[in-house]
């Protein structure tokens, strides 16, 4: 156990739903972040929070995709109008900023999404 | 996008060999982090080395890390049935400190 915490750990849902799943850091990292895994591959980084400020998206992040961390703390993830595509282990993970180079980002165990 | 590619994809040994696994990437980096994940679960942190550090050890684990020829190299000595798992290394380059992962490893180690 990471002390990175992530709700569902599972979700089944239909093609067309909106989901949404929640992730809490470890209490004193002021840096959160999305990732993305699909089979067999490395997580994709999707978005990244300094305290409650979302400071960079990625380009896979579509319009269907937000996220917030209200009062830098625990962080929502949302998907409008689910797609099969968007089947895949979503990952949350927090660090603390440190001196340069030096930042380890501890993941939660995953929330799997499976879109009929 | 990976940031590069891990060798080889899968590795199977057997219990007591050491294993060795290979990362390469494409950008300057400022630090270079490997994770293990055991099927279907969240990934754990394992070692960080610094770009301007050229090795680093942990228990049973050593990493190597080569700038000039953008790779790294983990090593995992006396391997065990508990190591059997999929190892990723990560790059992180920028301010915000995302990380980008490799394709990752997948190693078995046989009792």
């Known amino acids: 156990d990471t002390g990175v915490s992530q709700d569902p750990r599972h979700k089944i849902t239909k093609r067309g739903q909106n989901v949404t799943f929640r992730c809490d850091p470890i209490?004193?990292?002021?840096?959160l972040y999305w990732y993305r895994q699909t089979l067999g591959q490395g997580p994709e980084f999707l978005t990244y929070?300094?305290?409650?400020?979302?400071?960079?998206k990625s380009r896979l992040l579509s319009d269907r995709f937000s996220a917030e961390r209200p009062k830098g703390s625990f962080s929502t993830l949302e998907i409008q109008r689910t797609e099969q595509g968007d089947s895949a282990m979503y990952l949350c993970?927090?660090?603390?900023?440190?001196?340069?180079?030096?930042?380890?980002?501890?993941f939660g165990p995953g929330t799997r999404l499976t879109v009929l | 996008s990976q940031q590069g590619e891990e060798d080889p994809q899968a590795l199977s040994i057997q219990e007591g060999e050491n294993a060795t696994m290979n990362c390469s990437y494409k950008?300057?980096?400022?630090?270079l982090q490997w994770y293990r994940q055991n099927s279907g679960r969240g990934l754990v942190h394992l070692i960080l080395?610094?770009?301007?550090?050229r090795e680093k050890h942990s228990g049973r684990l050593r990493v190597t890390l080569d700038t000039s020829k953008k790779s790294s190299s983990l090593l995992i000595t006396a391997s065990r049935a508990a190591d059997t798992a999929s190892y990723f290394c990560?790059?992180?380059?920028?301010?915000?400190?995302?990380?980008?992962f490799g394709q990752g490893t997948t190693l078995q180690v046989k009792p």
């Open positions: 209490s004193e990292h002021n840096r």
């Open positions: 993970a927090s660090s603390r900023r440190g001196t340069s180079g030096t930042d380890t980002q501890y």
């Open positions: 950008t300057s980096i400022n630090n």
């Open positions: 080395i610094r770009s301007n550090e």
């Open positions: 929070f300094q305290n409650e400020a979302q400071l960079e």
């Open positions: 990560a790059t992180s380059g920028s301010n915000t400190g995302k990380l980008i």
